[in-house]
């Protein structure tokens, strides 16, 4: 069967993410065709089923689509229905903007209908594709369906049934009605979060260690996807708000049966009780966001820059050697390395400034595909380091 994954804001990172999940969770013939960046095809034989539970694993994507096969038998699906209401989305090959495609493919869908007496209503989009709030609001997949049109190089257009839209109210929900945040110290989008957690490949049942947690957002998203979490701080205030964060996700959510704990914990201390306890335990991988240096809104002076560098530096520095001590190998961390802009351009670290020869980095095979999150006025940039301990 092919499936269309269609990426949030961020499709190179998205694309890592697709994969990571794809290579953890199925174990079907699979294979991800990303020809353009705005939708990626994946050619699989696992169940139906459990391509819906990666695609719910996801942060980056908005949507998953199955192809239509036969469109006369998938219209027919809905001739119970007295009164239905559907969506196109049109997604040209790059860069043509306009095409009759899908107000022709509207029309023959409306008489399709009207043939046998139903009413349908065509939700028009305003520029190609339906957003995901959209598609919420006119209740679009409960009263009827949205379609996907795919045209390749050569003009071919091919059509996909949405079966699921990103749960953009549950991560908003996580992001700004959880009772503990600290908005001085900023905080992950829970997106990013996600997308950190899944580049970890971690297995079922796996436990991920955030030793930066903050007020704990990517532990949450972390359970979220039903891994075990283990939380440390330098602040007793954050590992509070971590813990009531995850005490109101418990409540909130219906969450398994994951174990989680917070403690204290400086990670420049290597002879602490907690670094003994951490060697006995069983955790796979590392996702983290370190101290950044105090929220910036002005583009930065390159001197200035090159200090804030310089901690963070010496911080991961301090980290990984940390996680060479506490983790024999195969460990994974997954983390965000900042670029501060600069009157100059951006002012970025090079990773063998703070990684010893103990670590491989791993990501994109394709060097041009960097991975990082930004937004276009950002003044810090969050780049997205993988690496793996060595045996
Ligand atoms: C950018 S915040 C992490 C935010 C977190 N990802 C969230 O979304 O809530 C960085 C955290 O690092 C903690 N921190 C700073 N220095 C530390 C150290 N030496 N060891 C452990 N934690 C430290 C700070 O207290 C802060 O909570």
Redesign the pocket.
Known sequence: MQYLFIPGRLPQLSEAELKSVLETFITAETTVNAKSDNHFLVRTDADQDDIVDVFQRLGGFIKLGIEIEDQESFLDLYTDNSNITFGISYYPYQGKKYSNIPSEFSHKIKSFYKAKGISSRYVKPDNNILSTGQILQREILTKGFEISLIEDRDGKVSAYNTLQIQDIEDFANRDYNRPG??KE????PPKL?RIMVNLSCTRENGAIW?????????LMEALMNGYNVIG????EQ?VADTKRNILWLANTYDMGDQKYTAFV????KFNSRERSDLRKTDFNAVV?????GPPQKKILRPSKAETLLDEVSS?LE?AFIFFENVKKSNLIVVCVVPSYRTTEGWASLRYNSFLSKRWKIKGPKDKTKHLHWSRSNSIIRRNILIAELKR
């Open positions: 945040y600290d110290m900023g905080m992950l979060a955030d030793p930066f947690c903050g007020s704990g957002t990517i440390s701080d330098i602040s954050a914990h400086d990670i420049r983290f966001e370190p101290y950044m911080l301090a």
